[in-house]
């Protein structure tokens, strides 16, 4: 298993392994309900949030690691404003998402983040595709997917129970050869302007958030 770099960055963000001192920055996002309305868990209380970042350090120890959920940290504040995620669903398929904090949506950090995380899983751990599940009305979370370049491949009516109903969810896939031709293009066109960003998708036994 091919290993991820990390720390990772972006223009404007930092993307590292959660430690034990991010207890309040976690739950300072994930307890909101406007966060988690797309995410498959309801709002966080200390207990969960404790349970939650126990849970995520114990990942980190993993050998061979499958599960890399990242916190997510503003660099021109070092502010903690939410988290994202790769992890291995089978062999050269990874899921991506991720969630941040409202006070920082609208901002392109969504964008930021997935391009990162699809570079880190074709280059670093050498995906064959990546992959992504977002429920049917989180528009804004599925504007970010196909920024990314990632196509729709199918709707799961019924793809979870959570919260007390049935969701259905988007598949989005982004193939290998997919990713290396949009580089490719971006490489023979450096002056090319960047496509507008936005803001939302999903951390692991979730769906995008907004």
């Known amino acids: 298993m091919r290993r991820l770099t990390l720390p990772r960055r972006t223009p404007r963000l930092v993307l590292r392994d959660f430690t034990p001192a991010d207890f309040d920055g976690i739950l300072a996002y994930s307890s909101d309900p406007r966060v988690t ?5 309801a709002p966080r209380d200390a207990e969960s949030t404790a349970d939650y970042l126990e849970d995520l350090l114990d990942s980190q120890r993993e050998t061979p690691r499958s599960r890399f959920e990242l916190a997510v940290v503003e660099e021109a ?22 969630m941040l904090g409202t006070a920082h949506w609208g901002r392109g950090y969504a964008t930021e983040i997935a391009r990162s995380l699809a570079e880190a899983a074709f280059l670093e751990l050498r995906a064959a595709r990546v992959i992504s599940t977002v429920d049917v009305n989180n528009r804004a979370s599925i504007r970010v997917l196909e920024k990314l370049g990632m196509r729709w491949e199918a709707v799961y009516r019924k793809h979870r129970r959570a919260k007390n109903r049935w969701w259905d969810c988007h598949l989005y896939v982004l193939p290998r050869e997919v990713w290396e031709a949009e580089q490719a293009r971006r490489a023979s066109a450096p002056d090319a302007p960047s496509p507008p ?14």
């Open 77 to 98: 504040t070092q502010e903690l404003i939410g988290a994202c995620d790769l992890s291995r669903i089978e062999r050269g398929v990874f899921d991506l998402g991720y």
């Open 197 to 210: 960003a936005a803001q939302g998708s999903s951390p692991p036994s979730s769906s995008p958030s907004p």
């Open 37 to 41: 309305r797309y995410l498959f868990f």
